[in-house]
């Protein structure tokens, strides 16, 4: 048998008619940017996460950078961030100007919230947590502490679309939510996309004119901009899209479950944890185990694709070595890029594939332990 990691083209094929006749119209209207698609997808989106604005921006890193730039967060400032995310995260920070501070990561593999605290200095201007892997990380606590040192407060839902916490979605506890629509999130567009949702009406206009050459009409530009704007044809689809995330979102979950059954007694693999009152929407599903390379290998010849997020935690990557992160410093951000190990996961995933992972994971520890004994 042969299993991807992801398989986008299934969704391709059920929804290949709306789709299609979704980029056909805006062409035909040429229709490219700033286009119909783009303000209706906006309206959209803001209305299923109940806030007040959603502006769509070129893509996720693009969407963390203007949220904490028009938040006014520049140099000399602190951001504080988990270690164990995409680089984005981090990369946002820098172009800010800011200082980007890692905390360690918890079991869930989201910030430990017992450790932001002692991060906080007078320089601290905002907390960044990221819903790594669709589950949302402890945000009701994030966001006491973000009010009890009037920090701001930006989360980074590029996983985690329409994750909830204690019932409320998140990226709607803080200043403002992150979206990536990367074609291999859970809800992906056609290329690079992204948006920004919150409340804050001043936010949000700042955030449109930033976006778009600093200007909100064509020709008055109120404030130096960039380019980064949600393209009409990646909205047009991700308009069909959004009709069914949360379908997707409840077939990921219920494959993880059926993953955590099967995978729970063999060899020494941590299947992962899910939180009590979240609701976690499996972006990715990622076990532990201290044999990784090797299982991966083998899974690997066996037809089983699987992947790493992430095999460096991004302070202890090449290209942040200059802020002197010690392995101690994050014990276990630095201990979990060893051991992690993503399973294949989406929507479609069948039983019978599912089995046959958990099979071949089996019958590795069973190899494993006979040329140990
Ligand atoms: C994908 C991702 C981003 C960035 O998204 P792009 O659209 O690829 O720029 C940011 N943060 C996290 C946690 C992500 O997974």
């Given at each position: 048998?042969?299993?991807?990691?992801?398989?986008?083209?299934?969704?391709?094929?059920?929804?290949?008619?709306?789709?299609?006749?979704?980029?056909?119209?805006v062409?035909?209207?040429a229709d490219f940017i700033n286009g119909e698609a783009t303000r209706?997808f906006e309206?959209?989106?803001?209305?299923?996460?109940?806030?007040?604005h959603c502006i769509g921006v070129a893509n996720g890193t693009d969407a963390i950078y203007i949220a904490l730039k028009m938040l006014?967060i520049?140099?000399?400032?602190?951001?504080?961030?988990?270690?164990?995310?995409?680089?984005s995260?981090?990369e946002a920070?820098v172009q800010t100007g800011?200082?980007?501070?890692?905390?360690?990561?918890?079991?869930?593999?989201?910030?430990?919230?017992?450790?932001?605290?002692?991060?906080?200095?007078?320089?601290?201007?905002?907390?960044?947590?990221?819903?790594?892997?669709?589950?949302?990380?402890?945000?009701?606590?994030?966001?006491?502490?973000?009010?009890?040192?009037?920090?701001?407060?930006?989360?980074?839902?590029a996983?985690?679309?329409?994750?909830?916490?204690?019932?409320?979605?998140?990226?709607?506890?803080?200043?403002a939510?992150t979206f990536s629509f990367y074609?291999?999130?859970?809800?992906?567009a056609y290329g690079d996309a992204g948006a920004i949702?919150?409340?804050?009406?001043?936010l949000a206009e700042k955030v449109r004119m930033f976006a778009n050459h600093g200007a909100l009409v064509k020709h008055k530009h109120k404030i130096e901009g960039i380019n980064s704007r949600l393209d009409t044809i990646q909205a047009a689809i991700l308009?069909?899209?959004?009709?069914?995330?949360?379908?997707?979102?409840?077939?990921?979950?219920?494959?993880?479950?059926?993953?955590?059954?099967?995978?729970?007694?063999?060899?020494?693999?941590?299947?992962?944890?899910?939180?009590?009152?979240?609701?976690?929407?499996?972006?990715?599903?990622?076990?532990?185990?201290?044999?990784?390379?090797?299982?991966?290998?083998?899974?690997?010849?066996?037809?089983?694709?699987?992947?790493?997020?992430?095999?460096?935690?991004?302070?202890?990557?090449?290209?942040?070595?200059?802020?002197?992160?010690?392995?101690?410093?994050?014990?276990?951000?630095?201990?979990?890029?060893?051991?992690?190990?993503?399973?294949?996961?989406?929507?479609?995933?069948?039983?019978?594939?599912?089995?046959?992972?958990?099979?071949?994971?089996?019958?590795?520890?069973?190899?494993?332990?006979?040329?140990?004994?």
């Amino acid at each position: 048998m042969n299993i991807p990691f992801v398989d986008l083209k299934i969704q391709y094929k059920v929804l290949k008619k709306d789709i299609d006749n979704a980029i056909q119209s805006v062409i035909n209207k040429a229709d490219f940017i700033n286009g119909e698609a783009t303000r209706l997808f906006e309206r959209n989106f803001a209305e299923k996460y109940d806030v007040k604005h959603c502006i769509g921006v070129a893509n996720g890193t693009d969407a963390i950078y203007i949220a904490l730039k028009m938040l006014g967060i520049e140099k000399g400032d602190e951001v504080i961030l988990p270690a164990n995310s995409w680089v984005s995260s981090c990369e946002a920070v820098v172009q800010t100007g800011a200082t980007p501070v890692f905390v360690d990561v918890d079991k869930y593999f989201n910030i430990d919230i017992t450790k932001i605290e002692e991060k906080i200095n007078e320089k601290t201007i905002a907390l960044l947590p990221v819903h790594l892997f669709g589950q949302p990380c402890k945000i009701s606590e994030i966001k006491e502490i973000a009010d009890k040192y009037n920090l701001y407060l930006i989360e980074d839902c590029a996983q985690a679309h329409f994750s909830k916490y204690d019932g409320q979605k998140v990226g709607t506890f803080g200043d403002a939510g992150t979206f990536s629509f990367y074609p291999g999130k859970n809800m992906g567009a056609y290329g690079d996309a992204g948006a920004i949702i919150t409340n804050d009406d001043d936010l949000a206009e700042k955030v449109r004119m930033f976006a778009n050459h600093g200007a909100l009409v064509k020709h008055k530009h109120k404030i130096e901009g960039i380019n980064s704007r949600l393209d009409t044809i990646q909205a047009a689809i991700l308009n069909v899209k959004l009709k069914y995330i949360d379908q997707w979102n409840e077939m990921r979950l219920r494959n993880a479950q059926y993953y955590n059954e099967i995978l729970k007694d063999i060899g020494n693999i941590k299947t992962p944890e899910i939180i009590e009152n979240t609701t976690h929407i499996f972006h990715v599903y990622a076990i532990r185990t201290e044999h990784r390379d090797a299982l991966a290998e083998f899974l690997k010849e066996n037809g089983i694709q699987t992947a790493i997020h992430y095999p460096t935690a991004i302070p202890f990557m090449e290209a942040y070595t200059h802020l002197n992160y010690k392995p101690s410093d994050l014990p276990m951000s630095y201990k979990f890029q060893d051991e992690i190990l993503s399973l294949p996961m989406y929507p479609e995933l069948k039983l019978e594939m599912m089995n046959y992972i958990a099979t071949m994971i089996k019958t590795f520890f069973e190899t494993q332990s006979s040329t140990k004994s």
